[in-house]
């Protein structure tokens, strides 16, 4: 079973930033927090993913709280082409690459 | 650089069939992994192979089968195919240094199986 909780769905409009919430409450100190997305019929994209400190790429940025037990996916600055399912996936650190796909959140973002 | 790719990208096969789909990892990626997506039960995970070993595995019936090539290339199996098994198969590859690496996905092989 998934260790993530997200909201099914969400709404941003064009331009605006996107702050996707996830739950990982049963998290441990050796896993480390995911996050893909997937438009409609195409296999998953990496985005981001950290361990502890927050991160930012050119994709996105994630927080993770200090005490690990939630994080936010941030997109800066939406656009239609951020429509998608994103997933937030808590994965071992070491020899397992096995992702567990929970329902994810549907963002729609709007012009 | 050339990403995952996935042949056949769709596929129609009648129940009771056998089906066999291949994956061709990005150039030196050793992971391989298989998951299934279907609208009532979302992304599962299937199998992973590692330097043609069976390292993970999800909680799939033995008729869903696997292997691994020496070039990392990957095929899975499904045999005496069911209704059920109507779904996107996608396939990904990673680094693997010792570390999780992010996956990167193909863009499936659609299986209708009527």
């Known amino acids: 079973d998934a260790k993530t909780t997200q909201p099914p769905s969400m709404d941003c409009a064009e331009g605006r930033a996107a702050n996707l919430p996830c739950n990982h409450s049963?998290?441990?100190?050796?896993?480390?927090v995911y996050w893909y997305r997937q438009i409609h019929s195409q296999g998953p994209q990496y985005i981001i993913h950290?361990?502890?400190n927050n991160e930012t790429n050119e994709m996105a940025s994630l927080i993770i709280t200090e005490d690990r037990k939630s994080s936010t996916l941030i997109l800066p600055h939406a656009t239609l082409r951020d429509t998608a399912v994103y997933y937030c996936?808590?994965?071992?650190?070491?020899?397992?690459?096995?992702?567990?796909f929970g329902q994810g959140t549907r963002l729609t973002i709007n012009p | 650089k050339a990403g995952v790719t996935q042949t056949p990208r769709y596929l129609i096969k009648t129940r009771g069939q056998q089906v066999t789909l291949s994956c061709s990892p990005i150039s030196g990626h050793r992971s391989v992994s298989w998951y299934q997506q279907t609208p009532g039960q979302g992304l599962q995970f299937l199998f992973e192979y590692f330097s043609e070993t069976q390292r993970n595995k999800g909680n799939f019936p033995g008729r869903f089968s696997g292997r691994q090539f020496s070039n990392s290339r990957s095929e899975m199996n499904v045999s005496t195919l069911e209704l059920g098994d109507s779904a996107l198969y996608l396939c990904?590859?990673?680094?693997?240094?010792?570390?999780?690496?992010?996956?990167?996905f193909g863009p499936g092989t659609r299986l209708t199986v009527l």
């Open positions: 950290g361990l502890k």
């Open positions: 049963t998290i441990s100190g050796n896993e480390y």
């Open positions: 990904a590859s990673s680094l693997d240094r010792g570390i999780t690496n992010e996956q990167f």
């Open positions: 996936i808590v994965v071992l650190i070491q020899g397992a690459q096995k992702l567990v």
